[in-house]
């Protein structure tokens, strides 16, 4: 069986070496290898017994592969379609900004948070990606825009709580100054709300930045477009992020994504401020706002530009600090689960039509 070598540390390396019978100095020359994302037929330093002892035990450096790119004219952006070595599919987002480059990888393949609005969830999810499969989705890109990552955000396909240890690896490995080196400040990682995962992550003393998805305050409402509410109300959630910023002293970045007649009038947005304020208390809150990028299947609309304008300027006026969202890659328009999900019925349907011909 193949094992990805991807991520490992040194000591996990020499176990390797090791049970190989490979020795000295050639351990830590893998090791370098392993942590530039190369895999053996590369490792040229090597002599070629050494290359086969690791391939026929299995041992390689595998990244995903790319299915499909898709490259803005607009701005830059790319956005990749990725199989993993089961033929899983996820995606991931490189944009490009004057601070550097960011990617926005996938956590899990499909979703179970079952979020009304998002395609990542349509057909719930098929597994946990190991951190190897998240991580690799950075050295992959990297190889292909031939550019360095300085930023990553865990927004893309899954949620990041719900694959918990996989997580806190991926984050402590891209973190390794042996590896893509990659600081604690410039990675945010976004969740629905799994309180119990916001309590932990508050304890691993890992100063990274940590979003919300709210899009709701009203709890009733919130169960509705987010599933996840019925496990952990609003109150719980909001009092979890006043927990991890007393813990921690990060601040914490609200996510609203505004869909017309559900979640976008002003009355919402007044009641919004004013519940932020009386559970955070003094900690500083910023609310990001993004227009939904509607899912077909899901038949829900984006607010209309003036309402949008009209909710942000209540909660400044609420005394709350909002940004409306830049939209990046414009022209390859597809929320995060758009393209998976997509591919998979081209899939199907090509299977269907195989079925169909005698
Ligand atoms: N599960 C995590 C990570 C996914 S992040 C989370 O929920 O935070 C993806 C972000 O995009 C989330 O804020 C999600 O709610 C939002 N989102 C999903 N589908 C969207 C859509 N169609 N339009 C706009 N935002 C969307």
């Known amino acids: 069986m193949a094992v990805n070598m991807l991520g490992m540390t040194e000591n996990e390396v020499a176990g390797i070496c090791g049970s190989l019978s490979i020795t000295g100095f050639r351990i830590k020359q893998i090791y370098k290898w392993v942590s530039a994302g190369k895999d053996v037929p590369g490792m040229t330093n090597l002599p070629a017994s050494v290359r086969a002892s690791l391939t026929e035990a299995g041992y390689g450096v595998f990244l995903p592969k790319i299915e499909k790119k898709l490259v803005s004219s607009i701005d830059g952006t790319v956005k990749y379609l990725f199989s993993l070595s089961d033929g899983e599919l996820i995606e991931s987002v490189v944009m490009k900004y004057e601070h550097g480059n960011t990617i926005c990888v996938s956590c899990q393949a499909g979703c179970r948070m079952g979020c009304r609005f998002c395609a990542s969830t349509l057909n719930g999810k098929v597994r946990d990606l190991h951190y190897s499969e998240i991580l690799g989705q950075v050295y992959a890109a990297e190889a292909d825009t031939g550019e360095k990552i300085s930023n990553i955000v865990m927004m893309g396909i899954g949620e990041p709580l719900d694959n918990y240890d996989n997580t806190v690896k991926f984050l402590h490995t891209v973190n390794s100054p042996d590896g893509l080196n990659i600081g604690f400040r410039h990675i945010s990682l976004s969740t629905c709300g799994v309180v119990s995962g916001i309590d932990r992550l508050a304890e691993e003393d890992m100063p990274i930045t940590l979003s919300i998805s709210l899009h709701c305050i009203d709890n009733e ?65 910023h609310v990001n706002l ?68 005698p």
């Open 290 to 357: 993004i227009p939904l990028n509607p899912v077909k299947e899901r038949g829900l609309g984006t607010s209309a530009r003036e309402d949008v304008k009209r909710f942000q300027d209540t909660l400044i006026s609420h005394g709350i600090n909002a940004t409306v969202r830049r939209k990046l890659g414009p022209d390859i328009n597809a929320s995060c689960g758009q393209l998976r999900h997509s591919a998979k019925q081209e899939n199907e349907e090509n299977t269907e039509k195989k079925g169909d011909t």
């Open 221 to 285: 409402k919130r169960k509705e477009l987010m599933p996840v509410t019925k496990k952990w109300s609003v109150d719980e959630l909001l009092a979890a992020c006043k927990r991890y910023f007393d813990r921690t002293g990060r601040r914490i970045s609200f996510e609203y994504t505004l869909i017309a007649g559900e979640n976008d009038s002003v009355k919402q947005a007044a009641e919004l401020a004013e519940g932020l304020k009386k559970h955070l208390g003094r900690m500083p809150i």
